[in-house]
């Protein structure tokens, strides 16, 4: 663990700024001055039961390339609903980028926790009992799909079990519809309505299954996100945050450098450090600079727990502890 000591030099902070990071568009404005936010919310999103209607967050970051893409299928999903498959490492933004794209395009979301759903039933509803009479209750999923121009985000959604997938397949496929028992009737799918699938793919995503090709084929578009480049990712951090470019720049070295040590034949890292860690890492360290204390203590409390202390001088948490010493001593 790293001691106290007194702060670095360089190294204090401005005030924050809500938000998330930059979007494609370019800014005519510098945002007005809000209460710094660690998370990667996309503004606030007033729901109803368990719809969002998400409000646009004018510095959520979006490659070009992706918002051009999204775009094409706002436009495709007006001829017919669409299905999108987002993959990438924890922390990168996909549920983020769901969000954004309903936001974007003035529509609904529902996000459904994937990882939850243990049974067929549990997509469309449960039993309930009211004044003696038992009745099926529709779930929030079933009014989602239904009411048309949602964005339906399948978080997690290779930690669904195969078997789950079955009652899926006629809703993502040309047929747009599922015969539910319990309901006694269709569940349809309403026009213009956007799925999308987020996934953390490869093999330290521990509770993951593998999607099969019936599963895969059903998804049309597959984008790829990775996470943004150090000048990027180190303006999301002052956007959000309010530290210093200085900080964040830092900040963004240290990311850059475990990402090269858990990455690639050889890897010495089980795991990436994410924006989202490193947003938890620029907020503490900012109120840490406030009390006068050493700001790298911080890094005690968001990235180092999350690497292990076997092997002793050459262990996970030896190495990211050389970083932060070669980087913040600085």
Request: glycine share 8%; with cysteine; net charge neutral.
């Amino acid at each position: 663990m790293i001691d106290g000591a007194s702060g670095s030099d360089g190294m204090q902070m401005a005030g924050g700024t809500n938000g998330a990071p930059v979007t494609a568009a370019p800014r005519t404005r510098q945002p007005k001055p809000a209460p710094a936010r660690p998370d990667m919310a996309l503004g606030q999103m007033p729901e109803v039961g368990g719809i969002l209607a998400p409000e646009v967050d004018p510095h959520f970051f979006v490659h070009e390339d992706n918002v051009n893409i999204l775009d094409v299928i706002d436009t495709l999903s007006k001829q017919t609903p669409q299905n999108v498959l987002l993959t990438g490492p924890q922390g990168s933004g996909k549920t983020e980028l769901a969000v954004w794209l309903a936001a974007k395009y003035g529509r609904p979301c529902i996000i459904m926790n994937c990882a939850t759903v243990r049974e067929t039933k549990d997509w469309f509803g449960y039993r309930d009992a009211k004044a003696g009479s038992i009745f099926w209750h529709r779930s929030e999923f079933v009014r989602a799909l239904e009411m048309g121009r949602c964005v339906v985000v399948l978080d997690e959604f290779n930690r669904l079990h195969s078997t789950l997938h079955n009652s899926l397949y006629p809703l993502l496929d040309a047929r747009r519809a599922s015969y539910v028992e319990e309901i006694g009737g269709m569940v349809k799918v309403g026009p213009q309505t956007v799925f999308v699938a987020t996934a953390n793919i490869g093999f330290t995503h521990v509770g993951t299954h593998t999607m099969d090709s019936a599963i895969e084929d059903r998804f049309g578009f597959r984008i790829e996100i990775d996470f943004p480049t150090p000048a990027q990712e180190a303006e999301i951090l002052v956007n959000k945050t309010g530290v210093t470019k200085g900080l964040a720049d830092k900040l963004t070295r240290f990311a850059k450098d475990i990402r090269r040590k858990a990455s690639g034949v050889g890897a010495t890292l089980a795991r990436n450090v994410s924006t989202r860690q490193l947003l938890a890492s620029a907020t503490l360290m900012k109120e840490l600079a406030a009390r006068k204390m050493d700001i790298k203590l911080a890094l005690n409390y968001t990235v180092l727990p999350h690497y292990s202390k076997d092997g002793g001088r050459d262990s996970e948490q030896a190495q990211v502890l050389q970083l932060v010493q070669g980087i913040f001593a600085e």
